[in-house]
């Protein structure tokens, strides 16, 4: 059974606006936390965002803090990443994440999360 699934990357001139979709499992869905990260070529997987489902607190890289929103959709088990004001730099394979006990480490780490996406690519050309 498919956990998490993505969808909704694609190519976009510098400026413009993607949003991921993630649909989840009922089991991943109810988890504690949801996440996104990213990856570029050469570099280590990165956290971008994170929602927490007890109190809907939510987290954010530095890099996309003002320019990207994670929410979430109970009817339809899915978790978003809206991604505004995209640079060259946003280019990287998106890939989501759910852990589903509450964890010890910071949203960030990539350890924290039991459950993966596939990933979906989303280039920014300048």
């Known amino acids: 059974q498919v956990q998490l699934s993505e969808s909704g990357g694609g190519s976009v001139p510098a400026g413009g606006s993607l949003k991921l979709s993630c649909a989840a499992s009922?089991?991943?869905?109810?988890?504690?936390?949801m996440a996104w990260f990213r990856q570029a070529p050469g570099k280590e997987r990165e956290g971008v965002a994170a929602?927490?489902?007890?109190?809907?607190?939510?987290y954010y890289a530095d890099s996309v803090k003002g320019r990207f929103t994670i929410s979430r959709d109970d009817a339809r088990n899915t978790l978003y990443l809206q991604m505004n004001s995209l640079k060259p730099e946003d280019t990287a394979m998106y890939y989501c994440a759910a852990v589903t006990e509450s964890p010890t480490e910071t949203w960030y780490f990539r350890s924290t999360y039991n459950y993966w996406g596939q990933g979906t690519q989303v280039t920014v050309s300048s």
């Open positions: 009922a089991y991943t869905y109810s988890g504690y936390r």
């Open positions: 929602f927490v489902r007890k109190g809907g607190v939510t």
